[in-house]
């Protein structure tokens, strides 16, 4: 994404976008909220909508439309026709109505947006100075299963949206070595394990988790009728010298190990490594900051990344695959398979090795 050749005009433009980013950002807030974007997209065969018409809709004064969206006109999110009529540009066609984006505005604005205000003083001191803002816990994942409705929501839409689409290639590659027994590590709300079940008729799985998810994880289970099939086990990581029950055929990590520090993604590797026979797989998947073939997913990676700073336990990220590679190794384990899935994310399926 280097721009080295911009003109001094434009890169002082995009310094000025920056400098207001937050105006900028609650203004496609407020306009998507009051249902202003889908009106004027509606009304583009009728050659656009006029400011008075939307101050009608959405029983706002013309004032506080007419801030909106001047300045949404000159961020190129609406643009004025020649009958000064609102029509909806491209990029504010995808801040309406494209998914991925629309899950990165909600988790923005409702996990991200008043924690980060605390962004510098995480980074000084290595703590999630931020997540007092939502609640008073050690990390974000000791909060998850309390936090409020709506913005519980906007914190699993997002998880979810980057791993479900990778789950089906993810149950494939499970279930080529026939386990018996799987673990889910960070199995968070059950889904994988009861897409597991949903797979193959015998198949148990362990999800191992925190106390407060687990317990909505198994309840999630069981609601699916496979309560005798997925069981439990409660772990902090962070605790002290945590360690994982034996009997796992395979051990599943999806988007987990982003939430932990080096050091802490070492220690859980050789928890597993303990626990692990040489025919065991280790199947970890991530999406990479170093594997995106767009600037425009690595960007929105990075700026996840500062979500783990802020707010999630500010210590984590998303990492290149290079950290990955060597701490694996480190654990005593080695990537038998080095695996694309879907459009963004990697699968690592590693054993232990034999030294
Ligand atoms: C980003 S979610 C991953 C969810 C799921 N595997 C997926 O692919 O959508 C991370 C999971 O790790 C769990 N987790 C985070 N910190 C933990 C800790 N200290 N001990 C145990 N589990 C933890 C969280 O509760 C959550 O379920």
């Keep these: 994404m280097l721009k080295k050749n911009i003109r001094a005009i434009d890169a002082l433009e995009e310094a000025q976008r920056i400098a207001f980013a937050p105006f900028i950002f609650q203004t496609t ?24 018409d939307i101050a009608e809709m959405t029983n706002v004064s013309e004032y506080g439309i007419g801030v909106l969206l001047e300045l ?29 984006v629309n ?22 001191t290595g703590t999630p100075a931020g997540l007092p803002e939502l609640g008073n816990w050690p990390t974000i994942y000791d909060g998850l299963s309390q936090l409020p409705p709506e913005i519980q929501k906007s914190w699993f839409e997002f998880d979810h949206h980057y791993s479900d689409d990778i789950f089906d290639e ?34 148990h799985v362990k999800i191992i988790d925190l106390p407060g998810q687990l317990s909505k994880a198994l309840a999630n289970a069981n609601k699916e009728g496979f309560g005798n099939r997925v069981s ?9 010298n ?10 599943w990590m999806s988007q987990f ?19 692990m026979d040489t025919d065991t797989e280790l199947l970890i998947t991530e999406t990479f900051t170093d594997r995106q073939k767009f600037d425009n997913a690595k960007f929105v990676l990075e700026a996840t990344s500062l979500y783990f700073t802020a707010l999630a336990n500010g210590n984590s990220k998303m990492y290149p695959s290079e950290v990955f590679i060597r701490l694996i190794q480190e654990a005593g384990l080695h990537i038998e398979r080095d695996i694309s899935l879907g459009e963004y994310h990697t699968l690592f399926i590693c054993k232990k090795s034999s030294h």
């Design 29 to 52: 807030v407020a306009l998507r909220e009051l249902g202003v974007l889908t009106f004027i997209f509606d009304r583009r065969l009728q050659g656009g909508a006029s400011l008075e």
């Design 72 to 100: 949404a006109e000159s961020t190129g999110i609406v643009a004025i026709n020649e009958a000064q009529k609102y029509e909806l540009t491209k990029t504010g066609y995808f801040l309406n109505y494209d998914k991925a």
């Design 103 to 124: 899950v990165n505005i909600n988790f923005a604005n409702d996990v991200c947006y008043k924690g980060m205000f605390h962004l510098l003083e995480a980074i000084k």
């Design 170 to 203: 993810g149950l494939q590659r499970v279930f080529e070595s026939n386990p018996k027994t799987i673990f889910d590590i960070g199995g968070n709300t059950g889904k994988f394990a009861i897409r597991c079940c949903h797979n193959n008729a015998n198949v």
């Design 232 to 240: 439990g086990f409660e772990i902090d990581w962070l605790a002290p």
């Design 242 to 251: 945590p360690q994982l029950p034996k009997g796992a055929d395979t051990i």
């Design 257 to 275: 190990l982003d939430c932990f520090s080096e050091k802490d993604i070492l220690n859980i590797l050789k928890a597993c490594v303990a626990i």
